[in-house]
């Protein structure tokens, strides 16, 4: 197996394990289990937790002392490992302690991938630039497999979603043992300050006005990213308790309806480069900010037939721009506008304000607002409610950041950065 294709499998089955179960706990967690929004939304806030701590900390210890191919096997493992207890919990407050143990094991493997993947290619003399994209895009179609294969197998309300996502977890733990070997490259400095080995220099970029209000923003739509994937799976399947409904594709198949909005994301990247050169880093990311407004928008006046069922489709593409222009824009902008010394730690601070503090916000806060304001008596959501706050939150975000964040577009760096 040439090594363009080991990178293949690893990238596909690294999101095969989180997609097994990401989108359809939801379903699980209410439609199963029976247990409260702001429960669960404390479980969602487990992401955001362990990527403030562990990426950096499994980091420092791939580059010094660990073998990368093997740490990330041994961290598979512990993952799968954990996952196989999950179906058999009985309480919210016990799953949530579990989750974080597993998120803890997993969320670093993501960054962790990618550098196996650079050091890889690099030492075999590929172009990093243009091998990777294709490599990474089969992460995202391992995610959909996975959606499709919990939905079609029926298990995206039962608790042995963690099974097929442990059971893989396992596979690709024993993988990575196969892999070329990533010695430590011991490249941070001996004497360096716990701050330089943590990242945590890039925090004086805050000083600047222009990038202090960037990294507040980034954290706000931060707290919007995983709404979807929290609720989105659980929203179309209420569908099915109107009985004439009950029966219908979107109620039965609505993971395979969800994973339109990963398809799309892998469409939607491909048009980045156009967008930027034409429009700048600025309006790309308001037009993500805009397409998250959209994504809720569509789905507060979605159903499962005729117009309904297609502002749902409508939002699930949707998404692939509200996710991508802000995720890759966001990152090019601190690329752009950071000393070279402190970029990589910046792109980390821009990890840890969206993917870190604004998931804990987002997972504790619509959590808490679903349980108090948008949950009948009877356990139902008023999940038209529930979405059109949510635009309107971001509605208010974009607003705000067309208004308040100042930035000249200039076409030749945005050119030099996408060849």
Same mark, same amino acid.
């Given at each position: 197996?040439?090594?363009? $294709?080991? $990178? ?52 420092? &210890? ?43 094991? @997993? ?66 733990? &024993? ?11 011991? $490249? ?33 739509? %931060? ?11 659980? @929203? ?5 308790? &109107? ?23 892998? $469409? ?37 037939? %005729? ?84 635009? %309107?939150?971001?509605?208010? &975000? ?22």
């Amino acid at each position: 197996m040439n090594l363009k $294709l080991r $990178l293949t499998v690893l990238s596909f089955l690294q999101f095969f394990v989180w997609g097994a179960w990401l989108i359809t706990i939801g379903v699980y967690w209410f439609g199963t289990k029976h247990w409260g929004g702001q429960e669960f939304g404390k479980v969602f806030a487990t992401l955001g937790i362990a990527s403030l701590i562990m990426p950096a900390l499994i980091g420092i &210890i791939a580059d010094r002392w660990i073998n990368a191919e093997r740490l990330y096997g041994i961290l598979h493992i512990l993952y799968g490992i954990i996952l196989v207890f999950l179906p058999s919990i009985s309480t919210p407050e016990n799953f949530f302690w579990i989750m974080l143990v597993a998120m803890m094991f @997993y969320m670093p493997t993501i960054s962790l991938s990618n550098s196996i993947a650079y050091y890889i290619l690099k030492n075999n003399n590929y172009d990093v630039v243009k091998v990777f994209p294709p490599i990474r895009v089969w992460g995202t179609v391992g995610f959909i497999v996975a959606m499709w294969i919990t939905n079609l197998t029926g298990n995206k309300d039962s608790g042995s979603q963690f099974y097929i996502a442990a059971a893989v977890a396992f596979i690709l733990g &024993i993988y990575a043992f196969t892999l070329p070997k990533c010695p430590p490259q011991n $490249l941070i400095p001996a004497n360096a300050t716990l701050s330089e080995k943590l990242g945590l220099n890039a925090f004086s970029l805050l000083k600047d006005y222009k990038m202090a209000l960037f990294f507040l923003f980034s954290m706000f739509l %931060g707290a919007a990213l995983q709404l979807t994937n929290m609720y989105g799976d659980t @929203y179309l399947s209420d569908f099915g308790k &109107i009985p004439a409904y009950a029966d219908s594709f979107v109620v039965k198949r609505s993971t395979l309806i969800m994973s339109i909005s990963q398809i799309s994301e892998t $469409l939607f990247i491909l048009a980045i480069p156009f967008f930027l050169k034409r429009y700048g880093i600025k309006n790309v990311m308001l037009l993500s900010m805009f397409a998250w407004v959209l994504r809720f928008g569509f789905f507060a006046y979605g159903g499962p037939e %005729g117009f309904g069922l297609g502002l749902i489709i409508l939002s699930c593409i949707v998404y692939g721009m509200a996710f991508d222009f802000f995720n890759i824009s966001g990152s090019l902008f601190v690329e752009t506008t950071t000393d070279y010394k402190i970029r990589s730690s910046a792109q980390g601070l821009f990890m840890m304000m969206t993917n870190g503090f604004g998931a804990i916000g987002g997972s504790l806060l619509s959590g808490w607002l679903i349980q108090q304001y948008f949950t009948l008596e009877n356990g139902d959501k008023m999940w038209q409610e529930i979405w059109l706050v949510f635009a %309107g939150y971001a509605l208010v &975000i974009t607003i705000l950041f067309a208004i308040m964040f100042k930035h000249k577009h200039d076409p030749e760096v945005i050119a030099d950065l996408t060849h």
